[in-house]
């Protein structure tokens, strides 16, 4: 459903905030550390973000990656697949056709519309506060 390099954004996304909502900075080595994510693909991802919003950095020797503790739980999936995917995710056809829609369905346009109707209130309505809470609890893991 989402690239590789999507994958990883939702999970950096998800260490930084939590990281975040316990007043601390990380770089992109540990990220990419803690999401089994290459250090350079890594860094190439956290830039995407930072240039999109999605996510805060600061250079230098207390520096890192960070989201302001008001924000993270308005940062929603939604804007992370945005920012990496872009509208593929809500709007592409299931069989990966060019011309795919409601004149010219493919085989699946029916079902897959609402697959992708449903992934889109999901990605919508989920934001990273609640994903790091889990997080942080030890409920939910980024890697096993």
């Known amino acids: 459903m989402f690239s590789k390099s999507c994958e990883y954004a939702i999970k950096a996304a998800i ?11 990380v770089g992109f080595v540990d ?3 803690e999401i089994d994510s290459p250090e350079a693909f890594t860094a190439k991802i956290l830039q995407k973000l930072t240039k999109d919003g999605v996510i805060q950095s600061v250079r230098g020797v207390n520096g890192g990656f960070y989201i302001l503790k008001n924000l993270i739980s ?5 804007h992370i697949v945005h920012s990496i995917d872009g509208a593929a995710v809500f709007k592409g056809c299931g ?3 060019e011309k795919c829609n409601a004149n010219q369905p493919c085989p699946l346009h029916e079902k897959f519309m609402s697959i992708r109707n449903d992934l889109r209130q999901m990605l919508e309505s989920t934001n990273l506060e ?10 939910t893991f980024l890697k096993h």
């Open 95 to 97: 069989l990966g056709m």
């Open 31 to 33: 990220i990419a550390k």
């Open 130 to 139: 609640e994903l790091a809470l889990g997080l942080k609890s030890g409920e």
């Open 74 to 78: 308005k940062v929603k999936l939604a």
């Open 15 to 25: 260490f930084i905030a939590n990281n975040s909502l316990l007043d601390k900075k």
